[in-house]
C-alpha cells in the first residue's frame, strides 16, 4: 500500500480554520484518500474520502492536488470537539481482500486552544 | 441506531491466561473488522470477516490469536495463553462493504486489555 506522512501535531484557535495535510507521493492511479479521526478513549470515525475532486460534507472538506501526491483536510471552525487524531489512509480497491482494511499510520494530533 | 459495541470495556488478566473479546457489529453490517491499538499508535488491522468468514486473517500475529463469527453477526476474539505484550486496546469495526473499497466502517469504543 502506498504510505502517507502527516505531521505528528498541529494546534489551532477556537472557531478558526485548520488545514491538515498529508503526503501521498506515491499514490496509484487507483487509490482512494480516506480520512478517519480519533476522539480521546473512543474508536476512530470517519471523515471524509475522496479519488480525484474536492469534497464537501457535513464534517469537513478534503482538497486534492491536481496531481493527487497530497491532500488537505479542512475543518472550517474548529471546535473543542475537534480535537483528536486525524489519519490519512489510502485505500486500493483493485488490492483485493486486502482493500476492506485501513491501514492506519501515527496521524496527526490536533490541539484545539479555547 | 444502536453502533459498534464491545465486552467487556476493560479486561485485566494474567500472562498466560485465555482471554475472550466480545463484538456486537450495527444490524445488517456484513462486513466486520478487528483492530488492535497499542499506546501512541494507529490501530493495526488483525482480520476481517465477510458474513461467517474470514476473508483476510493477515493481521494476527501468531496462531494463539483467533476470531469467529459463526452465525455472521457477533465475533469473538480470542487470544490463548496471553503475554504482556499483547496489552492493547482491541477495537472492532463493521460496514456494509461497496464496490470500490469505499465503505465507512464504524468502529467500536474498544476494550482494554492488560496483561499483568
Known amino acids: 500500500d502506498a504510505k502517507t506522512t502527516q505531521p505528528n501535531s498541529m494546534e489551532s484557535n477556537e472557531e478558526e480554520p485548520v488545514h491538515l495535510p498529508c503526503n501521498h507521493s506515491?499514490?496509484?492511479?487507483?487509490?482512494?484518500i480516506h480520512w478517519y479521526r480519533q476522539l480521546p478513549s473512543q474508536g476512530p470515525e470517519y471523515v471524509i474520502h475522496?479519488?480525484?475532486s474536492n469534497v464537501n460534507n457535513r464534517m469537513a472538506s478534503l482538497a486534492i492536488a491536481e496531481d493527487r501526491k497530497s491532500s488537505t483536510l479542512i475543518l472550517h471552525r474548529a471546535t473543542l470537539r475537534d480535537a483528536a487524531v486525524y489519519y490519512c489512509?489510502?485505500?486500493?480497491?483493485?488490492?483485493?481482500?486486502?482493500?476492506?482494511?485501513?491501514?492506519f499510520g501515527k496521524g496527526t494530533k490536533l490541539s484545539v486552544i479555547p | 441506531g444502536a453502533g459498534v459495541s464491545q465486552t467487556p470495556s476493560n479486561k485485566v488478566t494474567e500472562k498466560g491466561k485465555y482471554v475472550e473479546l466480545r463484538c456486537d457489529p450495527i444490524?445488517?453490517?456484513?462486513?466486520l473488522y478487528w483492530y488492535r491499538q497499542s499506546l501512541g499508535q494507529g490501530p493495526e488491522f488483525l482480520i476481517y470477516?465477510?458474513?461467517?468468514?474470514?476473508?483476510?486473517d493477515s493481521g494476527l500475529p501468531n496462531d494463539r490469536f483467533f476470531a469467529v463469527r459463526p452465525e455472521g453477526s457477533v465475533s469473538t476474539l480470542k487470544i490463548q495463553r496471553t503475554e504482556r505484550g499483547d496489552s492493547a486496546v482491541y477495537l472492532c469495526?463493521?460496514?456494509?462493504?461497496?464496490?470500490?473499497?469505499?465503505?465507512?466502517?464504524?468502529f467500536g469504543p474498544g476494550t482494554r486489555l492488560t496483561v499483568l
Open positions: 444490524s445488517g453490517h456484513t462486513a
Open positions: 475522496g479519488l480525484t
Open positions: 469495526a463493521s460496514s456494509r462493504p461497496s464496490l470500490g473499497a469505499t465503505d465507512t466502517q464504524y
Open positions: 489512509i489510502l485505500r486500493d480497491p483493485y488490492s483485493g481482500a486486502g482493500s476492506y482494511q485501513l491501514t
Open positions: 506515491t499514490i496509484s492511479g487507483t487509490d482512494y
Open positions: 470477516f465477510q458474513g461467517t468468514g474470514a476473508a483476510d
